[in-house]
């Protein structure tokens, strides 16, 4: 569990830096949920740990499509964490380019599809204390 949280950081996420490959949990889901709620701060946030376990299980431990693979669900059945699961390539695209053009970097961003005609960016602000 240890070195499965360690590459989760290391790689901003459950998929290799290199080659976008999955990586998954060594112990089964309930070992998982165990370890977690073992926190100190379990008691304190359950009812958002349990949320949050119960979006995310099938992401993590998943490894048939889509879940499989880095991209978009239109162009190759993947998914991906800087898009929601509704973006389109084309999507992506248009918000990459108005990105640009404002000099926002789109691998600081994360882009969800609320209807057809409207998408929320979040900008991520990273600072670095030394």
Same mark, same amino acid.
């Given at each position: 569990?240890?070195?499965?949280? /360690? /590459? &989760?950081? +290391?790689?901003?996420?459950? @998929? $290799? *830096?290199?080659?976008?490959? %999955?990586? &998954? ?7 998982? $949920? +165990? ?6 701060? @379990? !008691?304190?946030? $359950?009812?958002? =740990?349990?949320? =949050?376990?119960?979006? =995310?299980? %099938? !992401? &993590? ?6 879940? *499989? ?12 964490? @800087? @898009? *929601?699961?509704?973006?389109? %390539? ?9 990105? +640009?053009?404002? %000099? ?15 998408? +929320?960016?979040? &900008? ?7």
């Amino acid at each position: 569990m240890l070195a499965y949280c /360690a /590459a &989760v950081f +290391q790689n901003c996420g459950n @998929y $290799k *830096s290199f080659g976008d490959t %999955k990586f &998954v949990p060594e112990c089964d889901s309930d070992s998982f $949920k +165990q370890i977690v709620r073992s926190c100190e701060n @379990y !008691e304190i946030h $359950k009812d958002l =740990i349990e949320t =949050i376990l119960e979006k =995310i299980e %099938k !992401e &993590v431990y998943t490894e048939e499509e889509p879940f *499989s693979r880095i991209g978009f669900r239109d162009e190759n059945n993947g998914t991906t964490s @800087y @898009y *929601s699961s509704n973006v389109t %390539k084309a999507d992506a695209k248009l918000i990459d380019e108005w990105c +640009q053009e404002l %000099k926002i970097s789109p691998l600081n961003t994360r882009l969800f599809k609320t209807d057809d005609k409207v998408c +929320q960016l979040l &900008v991520i602000n990273i600072i670095h204390l030394c």
